[in-house]
C-alpha cells in the first residue's frame, strides 16, 4: 500500500450498510421500466403506422373515477391525483409524468437521460403510448368498470395500468416503502384524471 | 438469461464488491456520503440491466469500476447535480480512519481536482489499477493518464505539503 493510499483510505469510511436485496430490487425495477419503455415505443410507432397519431397529442379528458371515495385532488402537471400519501408529496410532474416522493427531496429533472434511476422507490404516474393488448403480461383486475393489468402482483415494483379512452396506457408504479397492494394501486390509479394536456411520454 | 440466475449472480457480485464500490465513490465525491450512495445504486441498477455483458467481461469486476467511473463522470458533465435516489435505509453517518484534520486536508485536496483528475487518482492509487487499466477505463490514452496523474499528484503535493511530509507519502 503507498502511502498516498493510506491517506485515500483514510479519508473515507470503510463501513458500509449492505442491502443486498435493495440492489436488487432496483435492477428488476429498472429492467422492468425498459421493458415498459421498449413496448411502448412500439406501440407508438404502431398508432402512427396505423395514422392514429392524434392520439399522440390529444388525448380526452376522462371523468374522474371513484370521485365519491377521493376528498380532495391534487394537480400535477399535465393531472389531477387524489392527494399523496402522508409525508409524500408531488416531487416533478409534466404533460407525461408524475412522480410522487417522500416530503423534502430535491426536484428531479423529468428530461434526465437516467430518470429511471431517479424514480425508482418512488410513486409514479407515467402516460405512454398505447397500440397494444397490454404492456406487461399479467392478471387483471376489473375496478370500477375499467380493466387494470398488474404486471408482478405481490412483486416489489409492482406495476398496475389502465387503458384510457385515447388508447395510451396510465401506469403506476410502486413505491415499495408504501406496502400498497395491488388493489390500492389500481383505486389509486383510478381515481387519477387527464386534462386535456396530458401527453404520451415521446421517449417511451 | 433467467431473472432467478441473474439475481444469485448479481447478488454475489454485490455482496463481493460493493463495499469498496462505495468507498471508491466516496472519493470520487469528496466524502459526500448521499452522492456517493446515489452513485453506486445508479452503478449497480445499470450493471444489473446490462448484467450480460457484465459476464461476459474479461475482469466483471473491473466493468464494476468503469461503471461506477463513468457514471461519476457523466454526472459531472451535467448542469444540475442529482442526488434523490430513494432508499430503504439512510447512510450511514462517516466513520473515516483517519484523524478529522488529515481526513478534511485529503478531501479538501481532492475537491479542487478536477473530476477527471479525481478519477485517475482513485483509480490509480486507491484502487491500485496500473496506468494502462485505468486508460481503459478512462476511455482514454495512457499518455492522458500519466499526465492527468502528474498534475493531480502535483496538486496534491502543494495543498497536502505537511501532512504528507509527515506522512511520508508520495
Known sequence: MSDLQTLLAGAVDDHVDLDVAADVRRGRSAVRRRRLTLVGGIAAALILAGGAATALVRPSIL??????????????????????????????????????????????????????????????????????????????????GRSFFDNEHGGVGTQVGVREASGDWLVLQEAPRLGWTVQQMVEYLDAVVLTSDAVPDPGA | MREKTRDTAFSEYVAGQRVRLVRAARLLT????????????????????????????????????????????DERRRAHRRREVVTDTTPEVAHPTADPDTRRLVLEALEGLAPRQRAVIVLRHFLQYDVAAAAEVL????????SQN????????????????AEGAL
Do not use: M
Open chain 2, 150 to 165: 502528474a498534475k493531480a499528484l502535483a496538486h496534491l503535493r502543494e495543498v497536502l505539503g505537511a501532512s504528507l511530509h
Open chain 2, 30 to 73: 469528496v466524502g459526500d456520503e448521499a452522492e456517493a450512495e446515489d452513485l453506486v445504486q445508479a452503478t449497480l441498477t445499470k450493471l444489473y440491466v446490462n448484467w450480460s455483458r457484465v459476464i461476459r467481461a474479461d475482469d466483471p469486476v473491473a466493468y464494476g469500476y468503469r461503471s461506477l467511473t463513468n457514471t461519476f463522470l
Open chain 2, 139 to 146: 476511455g482514454c490514452a495512457e499518455g492522458t493518464v500519466k
Open chain 1, 63 to 144: 371523468p374522474l373515477h371513484s370521485a365519491d371515495t377521493v376528498t380532495a385532488t391534487v394537480h400535477a402537471g399535465a393531472f389531477v391525483i387524489p392527494p399523496p400519501p402522508d409525508g409524500w408529496s408531488v416531487q416533478a410532474a409534466d404533460e407525461s409524468l408524475v412522480v410522487i416522493a417522500p416530503d423534502g427531496l430535491p426536484k428531479v429533472d423529468l428530461h434526465d437521460p437516467s430518470l429511471s434511476l431517479r424514480v425508482a422507490g418512488k410513486l409514479s404516474i407515467h402516460l405512454v403510448p398505447g397500440g397494444i393488448d397490454s404492456p406487461e403480461a399479467g392478471p387483471t383486475i376489473d375496478y370500477d
